[in-house]
């Protein structure tokens, strides 16, 4: 982190975007309560970043290959890392980020790739295009044009995130059934607390009548 980026607010890891478009719930949890319990799909994940997250740099084909690299936005409030940045001849810049799965357009990856490019202009100066998502299953990447859209949803999602966090409150359980991919399913228990508030509300509203 920078010299005095903490100052005025903290700074909330870049992977905290991830988290909260696939759930506030989760973000919530996680970053505000400090929960975390890993399954199989996030130590798999681990090991897709494993080579990804040892900083150092390599040039292949006149292109310099920054793993690990620190990267922060005082503007949005965010920091974290790029597990790959492209350095090409011209001087662009060109994140990577790395995940497990298959090839597949994901708007959480989108995002949590824009606010890597974000950061990366806010730090060096110049415009970054877009970036790419790495999928180890497939072993393909999907390049992202980080268009005024999706740095718009960005920002935004950077906006609201603060938001939640500054609230200090976790949000209601909403089942969905990609909770079950959760690694925090058993502690959530989505199904029980949704119906849970479900219940309470509807008692609410029996006593208001």
């Known amino acids: 982190m920078p010299p005095g980026a903490g100052e005025a607010r903290?700074?909330?890891p870049l992977s905290a975007l991830n988290h909260f478009l696939f759930c506030r719930r989760?973000?919530?949890?996680?970053?505000?309560e400090g929960i975390f319990v890993d399954n199989h799909h996030t130590l798999s994940g681990d090991l897709v970043h494993e080579h990804a997250d040892v900083p150092g740099y390599e040039i292949a084909k006149g292109v310099t290959l920054l793993r690990a690299l620190p990267v922060w936005s005082?503007?949005?409030?965010?920091?974290?890392?790029?597990?790959?940045?492209?350095?090409?001849?011209?001087?662009s810049l060109f994140p990577v980020e790395f995940k497990r799965g298959k090839r597949r357009q994901w708007e959480?990856?989108?995002v949590q790739l824009c606010a890597q490019g974000l950061?990366?202009?806010e730090m060096f100066g110049r415009e970054v295009l877009g970036g790419a998502v790495f999928n180890a299953d497939s072993k393909r990447r999907r390049e992202v044009p980080f268009?005024?859209?999706?740095?718009?949803?960005?920002?935004?999602?950077?906006?609201q995130l603060q938001g939640l966090l500054a609230?200090?409150?976790?949000?209601?359980?909403?089942?969905?059934?990609a909770c079950h991919e959760c690694s925090l399913f058993e502690i959530c228990l989505p199904r029980a607390?949704?119906?849970?508030?479900r219940v309470a509300q509807l008692t609410g509203q029996l006593f208001k009548t």
């Open 10 to 12: 903290e700074m909330i």
């Open 26 to 32: 989760r973000a919530a949890l996680i970053h505000f």
């Open 74 to 91: 005082e503007r949005l409030g965010l920091n974290g890392k790029c597990d790959i940045v492209e350095r090409r001849p011209d001087g």
């Open 108 to 110: 959480n990856d989108d």
């Open 119 to 121: 950061c990366l202009e």
């Open 147 to 159: 268009s005024l859209d999706l740095r718009g949803r960005t920002e935004e999602a950077a906006r």
């Open 167 to 177: 609230a200090g409150s976790v949000p209601a359980a909403e089942y969905r059934e």
């Open 193 to 197: 607390t949704a119906l849970e508030n």
